[in-house]
């Protein structure tokens, strides 16, 4: 077993510094932590008081890692994972990802949560190789878009979903259509890859062109479709990975005075409350976010009981159709 003097070797640095990396004191310079959390990974060292913790006795915390606080989809899983938490004893501790803070991320949590829930983020594989090694359970809401060995998920079967929104779309004589995407590290990687495969089952054609890129939020999904509209795409239908990126089309399509669904019809993927507000109203598929906090909180106690390999879990959605795409719907 590595002990905390062959990492200190490693890393050219005394034992109080290895311990005060892992205690994360602000007295050890930057360059320092990271030579020290450097040595950690390449040894596979397991700090003492982590695995004190997961042996003895519970912290009775989680964490939960958070793409984008001002998203009201993920707002409404973070409030039913809360929920679920309390019922069981928990407190949730919540932290803003992005990939440039995930060393940041294993300092914090190391010792100090139970277990961390994902909202569809994919890790660096040296950061869910670090987790495991240390035994730190993890489970997320939402299918990775990189895949992570032995990282139960819960989502909803996109691609039959997608299948159910494009044969709507078909009946009403749609046979171009756009998906606009999130940015690379929003957790909406997964949902273009289902969206395409819907598109091929139901006998549609697809190109790279018909493949929008915004950035998962209101105002990047209008900028890409105001400027998408001064090229030469000749999709007559959008279906968005996000609902905030569906309200950002419709933005831009009244900026633009085209009209809605006559010129351009626009799907979102959540029935967040602004989908039925806007106008016209957004044709959705429904994402039960209750069921999937209630899903990925069972799957983490399970794999905070035993490290035993835990199966994804497929829900249900609902295709809510609005005046976004239907012109005989009135509103």
């Not at 949560?113 to 569809?120: E, H, I, S």
């Not at 299918?143 to 079967?157: K, M, R, T």
């Not at 998408?228 to 900026?255: I, P, Q, Y």
Request: with cysteine; charged share 20%.
């Amino acid at each position: 077993m590595v002990s905390r003097k062959e990492v200190a070797e490693r890393a050219g640095v005394s034992t109080a510094v290895v311990s005060y990396v892992l205690n994360n004191r602000s007295i050890v310079k930057e360059e320092t932590r990271q030579r020290v959390m450097e040595a950690i990974r390449e040894l596979g060292y397991v700090p003492n008081q982590t695995a004190r913790s997961l042996k003895t006795k519970k912290t009775g915390q989680l964490a939960v890692l958070v793409g984008f606080l001002g998203n009201p989809f993920e707002a409404g899983i973070l409030l039913h994972l809360e929920e679920e938490a309390s019922r069981a004893g928990n407190v949730v501790t919540y932290h803003t990802y992005s990939p440039g803070r995930e060393d940041e991320l294993r300092r914090l949590l190391t010792g100090r949560v139970d277990g961390v829930v994902l909202l569809g983020q994919s890790l660096r594989p040296e950061t869910w190789a670090y987790f495991q090694t240390i035994g730190l359970p993890a489970v997320s809401i939402m299918e990775p878009s990189a895949a992570a060995p032995g990282l139960p998920f819960v989502d909803l079967d996109w691609t039959a979903e997608y299948r159910r929104l494009i044969a709507h779309l078909k009946r009403e004589g749609h046979e171009r259509i756009a998906f606009l995407a999130g940015g690379t590290h929003t957790p909406y990687g997964t949902r273009w890859k289902h969206f395409r495969n819907a598109l091929q089952v139901e006998g549609l054609s697809y190109g790279e062109e018909d493949l929008l890129h915004g950035d998962g939020r209101f105002e990047g999904a209008k900028r890409t479709m105001l400027e998408t509209f001064g090229g030469s795409s000749k999709f007559t239908a959008v279906v968005c990975a996000n609902d905030l990126m569906a309200a950002g089309c419709l933005s831009a399509c009244r900026e633009a005075g085209l009209a809605v669904p006559r010129q351009l019809a626009v799907a979102g993927c959540e029935n967040i409350l602004m989908s039925s507000e806007t106008n016209p109203g957004l044709t959705v598929i429904h994402y039960p976010r209750r069921a999937a906090a209630e899903a990925g909180f069972r799957l983490l106690q399970a794999k905070m009981t035993s490290p035993s390999s835990v199966s994804p879990e497929l829900l249900k959605g609902e295709l809510i159709l609005r005046a976004s795409t239907v012109s005989t719907i009135s509103g």
